[in-house]
């Protein structure tokens, strides 16, 4: 196999479950082309899978080392930091991601480390805008309703819900939420 095939081997293995094999194609990925990101990433996503939080984020640099425009490396090494609270390689982490793009996930990510950060009024006001800015991002709708239902409110929470599943009729996460309120 080419490393595109085998890349997309690795991925396909990834979102079966089938991480040890992933990360032995991720592996040879990086033999077989040292100065790709694509080994590295593969990899990173693998520990994320396994929530091993610190080996997610040595291959997530590597992956940055070799191509420091992707704003999805950065996102995911982002929420690595997140998740081990180094709230500000986090938010450094997903600002770049933004930077770089606009990624629509290092967004809501940065929601997140704003509700860590004990900010969750900014985050509120933060979530916001962003469904203003682009209300056809059923994600974010997902997040307010998840934000809403966390403090208390469930009928306000139910009215994002509805307005994801508007968008998302097939969504299996906005259909449990909704049967919980």
């Given amino acids: 196999m080419n490393f595109e095939e085998q890349l997309e081997e690795g991925l396909s293995l990834l979102h079966e479950g ?9 592996y040879q990925l990086q ?5 790709s990101a694509d080994g590295y990433h593969l990899e990173g996503m693998v520990f994320q899978k396994l ?11 590597k992956a940055i080392k070799c191509e420091k425009e992707k704003s999805g490396y950065y996102n995911l090494r982002g ?6 609270e180094n709230l500000d390689e986090a938010k450094d982490d997903f600002d770049k991601a933004i930077d770089l793009d606009d990624s629509p996930a290092a967004h809501r990510n940065l929601v997140l480390y704003m509700i860590m950060s004990d900010e969750g009024n900014e985050a509120i006001s933060y979530l916001l805008d962003r ?7 059923v994600e974010n709708w997902i997040l307010m309703g998840d934000l809403m239902q966390r403090a208390g409110q469930g009928a306000k929470a139910r009215t994002y819900y509805e ?8 969504n299996e996460y906005i259909k449990e939420q909704l049967a919980e309120i």
């Avoid at 089938?18 to 991720?26: E, G, K, M, Q």
């Avoid at 033999?31 to 100065?35: G, L, V």
């Avoid at 307005?163 to 097939?170: F, G, I, Y």
């Fill in 31 to 35: 033999k077989m082309e040292p100065e």
């Fill in 131 to 137: 469904i203003r800015n682009n209300p056809k991002d």
């Fill in 51 to 61: 929530n091993q939080w610190e080996k997610s984020i040595e291959a997530l640099d």
């Fill in 79 to 84: 929420f690595a930091h997140l998740q081990l």
């Fill in 163 to 170: 307005q994801a599943q508007k968008m998302d009729p097939e």
């Fill in 18 to 26: 089938d991480y040890d094999h992933a990360l032995d194609i991720s």
